[in-house]
């Protein structure tokens, strides 16, 4: 009854394994890219909850417990949307200001010769 030991540094790695780690970075990218919306969902979900236990079950407790849920996943909403503006304008500049530089560089150049 020897059993091996799949921690040491010899042994293959397991396609089960790395198919395993493939299919959960994959969720997570999908997760990632729609967590804008997701985030959305579960706040208007929230407020709908709190309008249906402040009006519909008559229960205070509950109606405010949804309601602070329902404003805070709005102000993360905000910040997502506010943090992904400002990512875009930052990757969208950068590469024409590079290359603006590098014209500027090369008219200086020219000017240079010229005189």
């Known amino acids: 009854m020897l059993e091996k030991d799949s921690s040491s540094s010899n042994a293959p790695p397991s396609t089960a394994k790395l198919e395993g780690v493939i299919l959960m970075l994959t969720v997570l990218i999908k997760i990632g ?35 602070v849920l329902a404003i805070a996943g709005f102000f993360f909403f905000a910040q997502l949307v506010r943090r992904r503006k400002v990512h875009r304008q930052n990757y969208r500049y950068a590469r024409r200001d590079q290359d603006r530089g590098t014209k500027i560089t090369e008219e200086r150049k020219v000017r240079a010769e010229a005189r």
């Open 33 to 67: 890219r729609y967590l804008l919306w997701i985030v959305l969902a579960f706040a208007a979900g929230n407020m709908i909850l709190a309008v249906l236990y402040f009006t519909w079950w008559n229960n205070m407790l509950g109606g405010i417990l949804n309601l």
